[in-house]
């Protein structure tokens, strides 16, 4: 089974708009992580925000927030007010292991958001 | 800039031969993580290093594939007998191991990539 999936390939939001990318994830482990990870088009991997199994509360940085609902195994980023520069390749990844200290990170196949003017 | 930086940035080669990439993490971090990733899909994970050790190792890397870390900082990725196949994106992280341990908040840097295409 896929660690992580990503049903949209492509988006499209208009910008100023919010968009929300989903993200679904398979675990045993009660102790994982989750990431966003945005990537131009020059192809360098952009860390936006972190989601931890434990957390009680959703992850917010900035113009982004994790809408983490735990028992649907679920982990959608929103983007508020998307700009021009939003315009790119956006991964969710999960690091299983927690406990044992272990460092497997799984990336899902990605969301392509293209914003328009 | 003290970024991660890989080097080269781009490899052609002939399938057959070898061909080593490099990585420079970040000074202070002590985890090295080396992805691949093809078009069109996420990085793949391969490997990683816990300062000179290599704690965890994919399926995906196969006998072909090698790589080290030998003092700790710099790593190398070694393909031999490249096929094909192995044209990619190869992607190199670092990060500094949590200081609340099994809190999960390791943030991966990554760095610009090595993209290998082999004739």
């Known amino acids: 089974a896929q660690k992580i999936t990503q049903t949209q390939p492509g988006m499209f939001v208009q910008e100023k708009e919010a968009v929300t990318l989903d993200c679904t994830y398979d675990?045993?482990?009660?102790?994982?992580?989750l990431f966003w990870y945005k990537q131009p088009s020059s192809g360098e991997m952009i860390f936006l925000i972190y989601q931890g199994s434990y957390d009680q509360q959703n992850a917010t940085e900035g113009r982004y927030s994790l809408n983490f609902q735990k028992a649907r195994k679920s982990a959608n980023l929103v983007i508020s007010a998307s700009q021009l520069g939003d315009s790119a390749m956006y991964f969710c990844?999960?690091?299983?292991?927690?406990?044992?200290?272990?460092?497997?990170?799984?990336f899902g196949s990605g969301t392509k958001l293209n914003v328009k003017p | 800039d003290t970024g991660v930086s890989q080097d080269p940035r781009h490899k052609i080669t002939k399938r057959g031969q070898n061909v080593t990439f490099r990585c420079d993490p970040i000074?202070?971090?002590?985890?090295l993580y080396w992805y691949r990733q093809t078009l069109g899909q996420g990085p793949e994970f391969l490997t990683y290093f816990q300062n000179e050790a290599q704690l965890e190792k994919s399926r995906l890397l196969s006998d072909r594939f090698s790589a080290e870390r030998p003092k700790g900082s710099f790593s190398t990725l070694e393909i031999q007998r490249t096929e094909q196949g192995d044209s990619a994106m190869y992607l190199c992280a670092s990060s500094l191991e949590g200081r609340l341990s099994g809190t999960g908040q390791e943030t991966q840097y990554f760095g610009p990539g090595t993209r290998l295409l082999v004739l």
């Open positions: 000074s202070e971090h002590n985890r």
């Open positions: 675990t045993s482990d009660p102790s994982y992580g």
């Open positions: 990844a999960m690091r299983e292991g927690l406990r044992y200290n272990f460092n497997k990170f799984y």
